[in-house]
């Protein structure tokens, strides 16, 4: 009896610790999350037993980071990505309509992670948080994903586009706080052992890189069963 009650005790702290040991467990990564009807059903059986698993081992808040959705929505979705990326281009419309299925419920954080072999990442990067001090990330942040041209003054022809003062869009560009802030969110996706691909953490959950597999989907429907 006391043999089984002490297994059971350390089942229920691996269980509330997993969250962390698949945030910083080199090659434990989440690869076959399907959106399945067992797979959410077996995930609420096991809370009905566990309480939720705590957020500890997830990114820092938000901060000055561009965000969707209420802070106090239950899934936190801190997506690490960049603009010369395809991958990232192609999960933009099916994360935004994830976002709508479920607007009380998620609260996205992008956090740039411009890889250095990339030639306009980090610039692209420092444009899009230029848009952010006007008000336009998010406008910004489609438009560039949508012709994917990223030389400087092709950036800042969008800016003026999409309303933007250029002067001042130039200006934030060139700003040593916003390259600060690329640089350090460089640093938090390496202190996170998340790599240069496309990546989202969910509640502490890691999916790497995005195809129509159901994936994305599937995490977001376990963390919302947890």
């Not at 009896?1 to 997993?18: C, D, Q, S, Y």
């Not at 609420?44 to 959705?69: F, H, K, L």
């Not at 419920?105 to 948080?129: G, I, Q, Y």
Request: charged fraction near 25%.
């Amino acid at each position: 009896g006391l043999a089984l009650a002490k297994g059971a005790n350390e089942m229920r702290t691996l269980i509330r610790l997993l969250p962390l040991l698949l945030l910083f467990t080199p090659g434990c990564r989440e690869k076959t999350l399907k959106p399945t009807e067992s797979s959410v059903e077996t995930s609420a059986q096991a809370v009905q037993v566990e309480s939720a698993p705590p957020r500890e081992g997830e990114p820092p808040a938000a901060g000055d980071s561009p965000t969707r959705g209420s802070p106090s929505a239950k899934v936190h979705i801190h997506l690490f990505t960049n603009f010369q990326c395809k991958m990232c281009g192609r999960s933009v419309e099916p994360l935004k309509r994830l976002l709508r299925a479920h607007p009380d419920d998620l609260f996205l954080v992008l956090r740039h992670n411009p890889p250095e072999k990339r030639t306009f990442a980090a610039s692209a990067a420092a444009a899009s948080l230029a848009a952010f001090r006007q008000g336009k990330f998010w406008a910004f942040h489609d438009a560039t994903y949508q012709d994917r041209a990223l030389t400087v003054e092709m950036m800042v022809q969008r800016a003026v586009r999409l309303g933007m003062d250029e002067a001042r869009f130039r200006k934030d560009m060139n700003d040593p706080a916003v390259s600060a802030q690329v640089r350090s969110e460089i640093r938090l996706a390496q202190d996170a052992g998340v790599t240069h691909k496309l990546t989202f953490v969910i509640n502490g959950l890691v999916v790497e890189g995005w195809d129509d597999d159901g994936r994305l989907e599937g995490a977001v429907a376990l963390a919302l069963a947890n």
